[in-house]
């Protein structure tokens, strides 16, 4: 009994020393760790807090190495506690990783030698749970095709054990994938199968958000903006009741996309006024006012400026960066149409200057706009000029004509049929 409350004092001194004086906090925790479990309940709950109190301290101090070392180390002795809380120790420790940057291999490489533990110990469910977290970690890399390799075999698994809560997960993951691979019907009948599964199963609010804001993503890209921006609004408020700011804060700029792709600049003011928005206030939600501002203006200078200035809250995510890109396609054909509205015959390098963009960039896109039939007209790129066409209405002579000729073809078709059975 008294060792027991010596261990605890120490757990305590450690715990106080973890922020100023991490080094001796370490040394104590290492000492209690040395020593094993135990067998009594206390001995096993004091070897826990020592365990998670020594992983989070290589977390603050951002040594993943050590952190590794400790998760490969500590799985042995974890054969004392039960099946459920060694899985939840084991997912404890790997998310300790998830705040310590450029970890993604290491993460890889640490969770691949749990699942191989995983298997030897014949614990299936932490199995399948490191195979989820797994999987989530090639999308992150990205290797889209190992995931999409490991999620066929968990979902083969998982419809077979009916087990529908991590059926849910994988299936969200499957759809992301398919997403970011760019098979869009693939992607929806993977969500239909993750929300249907879900209506028969109790659903953790973190995980109903990851729905909804995947079934946002698919809206979007089918330019069904209002539909995606209800769902973003479900996501966001399930991401702010979860304590997720990051997650939160992306949801509120996909909602923010949204009335910006919809040209409702009003709208995007409301929203960033709201009291949300103020409580994620930051670089994020201002790259979006930018941008915001600039296609008000129709200016692509201001647009371009905001790109710059933002380059890392616009760039580092791929959906909006894939939004903005189409934006910016759209407004900088709006100008162009706009500026050579008046002309009949107009120097390209005239076009340039007006909208602000170099020659060939202009060129190129009124090469683009005039195969797409946008712009009626030819190129003179000996004179450097755009020579624009009247638009010359449909002659439906034409078209009768076409029609008078199909129709008597299969006349003479069947005429020829006809003869040649008689002849037979």
Partial sequence: MAAGKDETKRLEEAKKLSKSDPTKAIAIYKDLLSKGPGSSDAALRDYEVALMGLGEIYRDQKKPEELAELVRTSRSMLSSFAKAKTAKLVRGLLDLFSTIPNTTDLQISVTKSCIEWAVSERRSFLRQNLETRLVSLYMEKPDNYKAIELINRLLKELKRLDDKLVLVEVQLLESRVLHSLGNQSKARSALTSARTSAASVYTPPLLQAGLDMQSGILHAEDKDFNTAFSYFIEAMEGYNS???PAKATSALQYMLLCKIMLNLVDDVNSLLTSKTALKYAGA???AMKAVAR?????SL?????????YRYELGSDVFIRSHLRRLYDSMLEQNLVKVIEPFSRVEIAHIAKMVGLDVPQVEKKLSQMILDKKIVGVLDQGAGCLIIFDEVER??????????IAKLSTVVDVLYTNQASMLE
Wanted: aromatic residues 6%; glycine residues 4%; hydrophobic residues 25%.
């Fill in 242 to 244: 979860q304590d997720e």
């Fill in 284 to 286: 994020g939600l201002e």
């Fill in 294 to 298: 600039a296609h008000s203006d129709r």
């Fill in 301 to 309: 200078e201001e647009y371009e400026k905001a790109l710059h200035s």
């Fill in 395 to 404: 002659d439906q002579a034409y078209d009768a004509a076409l029609e008078t």
